[in-house]
């Protein structure tokens, strides 16, 4: 019969080495991707096209405006740009309509950066005005719009505004 004492001779080099046994440097810790590279690696240009259609009040010359407005951004080395084209339809009260279509080529600021723990970016689009491009004399020939900042989160495959809550927008990947 074995001994408690040559049993717990045996069994104390066992219980010193531990699991994995290696005396080595420790395993390093998992690297977490950066905001910008989980948004960049599923794609470096994102879509969004919004469908806007409202009613217009007397005095104006227009009853119903409705449009698109889609919006290419563009991310590379940090910084990003942005295409917008708006496509408006005006329907004249006193009978018509006109087309025009206004397009955009600008620099946008960002910030990436998480959000719950999801990776997000903060879009900063420039003031805007351009020279409406119609297809008959514009009721409003030029098109103005105020910077406009909105947060987006990466939800599955899509830029998701979170921030204003009312900003409908959601960015696709672009395909080619």
């Not at 098109?143 to 409908?168: H, I, K, M, T, Y």
Request: aromatic residues 4%; contains cysteine.
């Amino acid at each position: 019969m074995i001994s408690a004492r040559s049993l717990s001779c045996a069994l104390l080099p066992l219980l010193t080495l531990g699991c994995g046994g290696s005396n080595g440097a420790p395993p390093k810790a998992v690297e977490r991707e950066t905001a910008e590279a989980e948004v960049t690696r599923i794609s470096r240009a994102w879509t969004s096209t919004q469908v806007e259609r409202s009613l217009l009040s007397p005095p104006s010359p227009i009853s119903v405006r409705a449009g698109s407005r889609t919006s290419v951004l563009t991310f590379a080395d940090g910084r990003a740009h942005e295409d917008l084209v708006v496509s408006e339809q005006f329907d004249l009260r006193a009978g018509g309509t006109i087309r025009c279509e206004t397009r955009f080529q600008h620099a946008v600021r960002i910030r990436f950066g998480h959000k719950s723990g999801e990776p997000a970016v903060e879009v900063v689009r420039p003031p805007l005005s351009g020279t409406r491009n119609c297809d008959a004399p514009p009721p409003e020939p030029t098109l103005v719009e105020p910077e406009r900042r909105a947060l987006f989160v990466l939800g599955s495959d899509q830029l998701v505004a979170v921030e204003p809550a009312l900003d409908e927008r959601i960015y696709r990947p672009k395909s080619d």
